[in-house]
């Protein structure tokens, strides 16, 4: 079986680019969250989608970050414009979830690493 | 106090030792509890939960302190594949917002 496919794993850019990272998530999963990884800061929840609706966005940095998820199968982190701070990497990970709780394993994608010069 | 702290590291272990992590949070509201491993340059992945009652697996024995609110991982006759990175994982008042340690490394060496 697919796991959750992440593109793309990753991007090398100048400050002020847009950024757009990519998420499928595994069939049947209902809750989809994205994910940024730093030495720094470790690993910090930046959105989480249940059923395609946004439930929490506290953790999204700032208004250049935005995140969608147009339907069960698909889901996108846009950056713009693009900081040298944003330089991380994204994960994006997927769960079954009944009433928006999580189960407790969620599936990680390989991520993808953002490199903003 | 930050909401899932761990010992950074590393720890460095020869095979068939025995070490310990602890992990300490500051929500008494959470529910849920897990240990989640991360290899060098991969994805995290679920390692195990941690009930109330202390579990099992193998060679990985974890357990949970509620009045303390710090959850442990203990893993016995380490071998050289069990060195990674393990973080801490901890519900919130809202089930589905898991709070991540920043992780522990682990190095076994030969």
């Known amino acids: 079986d697919a796991g959750v496919i992440q593109s793309p794993r990753h991007e090398v850019t100048e400050m002020g680019q847009e950024v757009t990272l990519r998420c499928k998530p595994i069939s049947g999963h209902n809750s989809l969250f994205w994910y940024r990884q730093t030495m720094m800061r470790g690993l910090e929840l930046l959105i989480y989608f249940n059923n395609n609706v946004p439930i929490d966005d506290s953790g999204m940095p700032e208004d250049r970050f935005s995140a969608k998820m147009p339907n069960a199968s698909f889901s996108t982190l846009k950056i713009q414009p693009s900081e040298p701070r944003d330089s991380a990497v994204y994960f994006c990970?997927?769960?079954?979830?009944?009433?928006?709780?999580?189960?407790?394993?969620?599936?990680f994608g390989e991520g993808s690493r953002l490199t903003v010069l | 106090r930050k909401e899932v702290e761990q010992d950074p590291g590393p720890f460095n272990v020869p095979e068939g030792a025995t070490v310990a992590f602890n992990c300490t949070y500051s929500n008494s509201a959470s529910q849920s509890f897990f240990w989640y491993r991360q290899d060098c340059r991969k994805e995290p992945k679920l390692l195990m939960s941690?009930?109330?009652s202390g579990n099992e697996d193998g060679r990985f024995t974890a357990q949970l302190n509620r009045a303390s609110q710090y959850i442990s991982l203990l893993i016995r006759d380490s071998k050289l594949s069990d060195s990674a990175t393990y973080l801490c994982v901890v519900s919130g008042g809202s089930n589905y917002k898991l709070t991540f340690g920043k992780g522990t490394l682990l190095t076994v060496n030969p």
């Open positions: 941690v009930y109330s």
């Open positions: 990970a997927t769960t079954r979830a009944s009433g928006g709780a999580a189960t407790g394993e969620l599936f």
